[in-house]
Each structure stands twice: as structure tokens, then as C-alpha cells.
């Protein structure tokens, strides 16, 4: 049996730059079942640029014009606040981890001593960031989001290169939310045949079918967004799960993994009391006399399977009866 899959409830930003709403945001992924809860960590300035705009999307959810250095600003939690969040996250019993986005949030994040690291979609390509965390020699998460294969490759060559532990990849699509159309799934299968490392995937579509999907194509890690409220203003909060969407994706991944089984074709234990109700024997179509060669006229296959399995079949034909057999009557020698 393989692992569970490990299942991060992305809480992100979404607790809108409130310490008290992430710490309520731990809870909520704990009480739906989640393994981690994961936030993102970044200092804003060293972020973006004082010119750079908002996605589309964020427009859309924040309603409101402003740069993404003021969007960000109102939407960090601090190095400190961070180091308290962590120890709640302890204290009530989930993983905690976040994403880093800039070097110093690197740097700070390794006095938490993570035991894996998350490199954002908008990072695959980013040459210093990926040799930071390279260097740790810890395992990844690698998020595949706004990537061709070419992209993918660059980064899994320059981590491996440099000493990185293993590395998992996330398929992603950066679009919040991604239309199903957009989700393609069967890329979960591909990135694992073409690298050959673990795959899991990291969803932005509206709903829970995509991951759960996703468990049943071999996914070992699902990450999704969540909110405590999906009309906050936040850029994430419409594209994210509420806190009983999320109950229900757990549950729902849950009993997948249960259905999933193993890599092996044999007969289970709650069918194997129906076999001989479902099963056929070998039976004497007509009358049979004792001595008679039988031929395939004078026999058929009927229920219950406790006698001769058909099977046998063509090693029962030729053969000489063993006395005389009734029509329906089991053949026995």
C-alpha cells in the first residue's frame, strides 16, 4: 500500500494579513482533516516592485485599483507573527508551512526548521531562488503552474544539480479559478513518466472533482486553497474552499485511497462469499449413462459453482462417466 496522500490546506492569504484569522484558519484545516496548513511568507518590497500591477483575477476579487506592493503590504504577516503561527500550529497538532517568496523570507523561515520547502509556480524559473533552496539539501514541493515541459526540466536539472533532497512535483495551473477545460489532469501522469519523481497536484479549479480526480490518478500530495469566508476581499478567497468544502474534500480523498487498493489483481474478501451463488458448474444437459464418452452435447454450465468449474471444460470432454447423471446434475468423477 502506498502512503495517504498528504493533503495541505492552503490557507495563503487569506487571512488578510490578521494573525487572529490564520490562527482560526489552523484550526479550520485541522477540524476538516488536513495534514498541513501552509501560508505564504514574503516581505513586500522584496516581492514586487513599487510598479508592478495585479493579475487580472486580483482586480477582479479585491475590487479595488491599487499596485501589487499595496495589495501585498495589507496582506503580510510579519517574521514574528510567523514564528507565534508556527507554534500554534504545534500546539493544536498540523504541520505548519509556508511558501517563501523572497530570499530573506528563506532565510527567516529556516529558523523554523521546516522539513520540506514549497517553491511557488511564479519561482520555476527563478535561477538564485531555486540555488537557496537547492542548498538546503531538503525535499521539495515543486509547483508546475504558467510551465512547459522545457520549464520544468530547467528547474528539476538546476535543484538536482545543486544538492537538492527529492523533489516533488505539484501540477498547477496559475489561474484563479481554472476552468476544468484547463485543468488537465493527465499531466499528473506525464510529469511522473518524463522525471521520475513523486507527483502531486496543486489545484485552483472551483469545486473538489479535480483533486480527488487527481488521488485516483496517482497524485501523493493535493494542495487547496481555502478561506474562513469566501466574500472577503482577498485575491484568493472566490477561487478557495470554505472550511466544509474542504471537510468534504478530505473525506472524499480519503475514501478514494480506500477504493484505490493495491497493484494487485486477486479476489476480495467481501466477494469471495458470492462466488459459488455467482459461479456455474459443469452439469449433465440431458440424461447420461454410466460408461458414456461425453461430448460437449451432453453437457452444459449452470449455478451454484461448487462442483466442477467450467474451467475444466475441455478436460472433461472425452472423458467416460463415472454413473449414470440426471439432467442439472453436477458432474462429479
Given at each position: 500500500m ?14 488578510n494579513?490578521?494573525?487572529a484569522?490564520?490562527?482560526r ?11 498541513v ?16 500591477g ?18 501585498l503590504?495589507?496582506l ?11 507554534a ?11 511558501t517563501?517568496?523572497?530570499a ?9 526548521d521546516?522539513?520540506?520547502w ?6 520555476v ?9 537547492a542548498?538546503t539539501?531538503?525535499?521539495?514541493l ?13 528547474a ?11 523533489i ?21 501522469t ?12 496543486s ?23 481555502f ?55 459443469i452439469v ?18 449452470k449455478?451454484p ?7 475444466e ?21
Amino acid at each position: 500500500m502506498r502512503d495517504p496522500v498528504l493533503i495541505i490546506a492552503e490557507a495563503g492569504v487569506n487571512h488578510n494579513g490578521s494573525l487572529a484569522l490564520a490562527k482560526r484558519m489552523a484550526d479550520a484545516a485541522k477540524e476538516a482533516g488536513a495534514d498541513v496548513v501552509k501560508y505564504q511568507a514574503f516581505v513586500p518590497e522584496r516581492l514586487v516592485s513599487a510598479s508592478a500591477g495585479m493579475a487580472d483575477y486580483q482586480k477582479q476579487n479585491v475590487g479595488r485599483a491599487e499596485s501589487q506592493l499595496e495589495m501585498l503590504s495589507r496582506l503580510a504577516l510579519s517574521f514574528d507573527e510567523f514564528r507565534e503561527l508556527k507554534a500554534y500550529c504545534d500546539g493544536i497538532g498540523i504541520r505548519f508551512l509556508a511558501t517563501p517568496f523572497d530570499a530573506e523570507s528563506i532565510e527567516f523561515l529556516k529558523t523554523l526548521d521546516p522539513t520540506v520547502w514549497k517553491i511557488p509556480s511564479g519561482e520555476v524559473t527563478n535561477v538564485p531562488y531555486l540555488l537557496r533552496l537547492a542548498a538546503t539539501g531538503q525535499p521539495l514541493l515543486l509547483s508546475t503552474g504558467m510551465c512547459d515541459e522545457d520549464d520544468v526540466a530547467f528547474a528539476v536539472d538546476l535543484l538536482r544539480e545543486h544538492g537538492a533532497g527529492e523533489i516533488t512535483l505539484l501540477h498547477c495551473n496559475t489561474e484563479y479559478p481554472t476552468p476544468l477545460e484547463d485543468a488537465n489532469l493527465s499531466a499528473i501522469t506525464a510529469l511522473r513518466e518524463r522525471f521520475g519523481c513523486p507527483v502531486g497536484y496543486s489545484d485552483h479549479t472551483l469545486g473538489i472533482e479535480a483533486p480527488v480526480a487527481a488521488v485516483a490518478l496517482g497524485a501523493e500530495v493535493i494542495e487547496k486553497h481555502f478561506t474562513l469566508d469566501k466574500k472577503m476581499e482577498g485575491p484568493d478567497d472566490r477561487a478557495s474552499l470554505d472550511p466544509e468544502e474542504l471537510r468534504c474534500m478530505v473525506t472524499a480523498i480519503r475514501r478514494i485511497e480506500t477504493a484505490l487498493g493495491e497493484k494487485a489483481i486477486r479476489v476480495s474478501p467481501s466477494e469471495r462469499r458470492n462466488m459459488t451463488a455467482a459461479r456455474k458448474s459443469i452439469v449433465a444437459k440431458r440424461f447420461i449413462r454410466k460408461g458414456q464418452i461425453l461430448a460437449e452435447d451432453d453437457l452444459c454450465c449452470k449455478r451454484p459453482g461448487d462442483g466442477i468449474s467450467p474451467r475444466e471444460w475441455f478436460s472433461v470432454i472425452g472423458k467416460q462417466a463415472v454413473c449414470d447423471f440426471a439432467p442439472d446434475e453436477q458432474i462429479r468423477f
